[in-house]
């Protein structure tokens, strides 16, 4: 199967999903969060699909990578960490399945994750290691 849709997406997590959990939870909640070029684990794209139990409510991001290797030719597992959304690649794209469910929004994401990251290079600490002068050798006025 090759993932083309929206629909194609989600029926490929509703026939391989990561838990039974998220099988319940893809059928009952999602939202095309849409293509990234750069994601975890393998650091290449894929998409990102945001699922919510129905009975707990919890929220979980479903990710589908394209992978030969693989027999299904795409590999499924669970984000953990935090959206990446510098990496949103949807507004690079006209297809709805990388531009996702709200585009706009995403693209918004994507400039606030940048500023912000901008912002957090800027006052990161100095990894400049600065070091006092060897006293072991004398030094210009010294009188010892």
């Not at 893809?26 to 894929?46: A, D, E, R, S, Y």
Request: hydrophobic residues 25%; positive net charge; contains cysteine.
């Amino acid at each position: 199967m090759r993932i083309r849709t929206r629909n194609h997406l989600i029926k490929f997590i509703e026939d391989h999903p990561p838990s039974p959990g998220i099988l319940k939870a893809v059928m009952h909640t999602n939202i095309n969060l849409g293509g990234f070029w750069k994601l975890p684990v393998k650091q290449m794209g894929g998409w990102i699909v945001q699922v919510v139990t129905p009975l707990t409510r919890q929220t979980h991001h479903v990710v589908v990578q394209p992978d030969d290797r693989t027999k299904l030719g795409y590999r499924i597992w669970l984000l953990l960490d935090p959206i990446p959304w510098e990496y949103y690649d949807g507004d690079n794209s006209r297809n709805p399945l990388y531009q996702g469910d709200c585009p706009i929004y995403y693209k918004d994401r994507k400039e606030h994750a940048k500023t912000k990251n901008k912002r957090s290079n800027k006052t990161r600490p100095s990894t400049t290691i600065t070091t006092r002068p060897d006293r072991s050798t004398p030094q210009k006025g010294d009188h010892s």
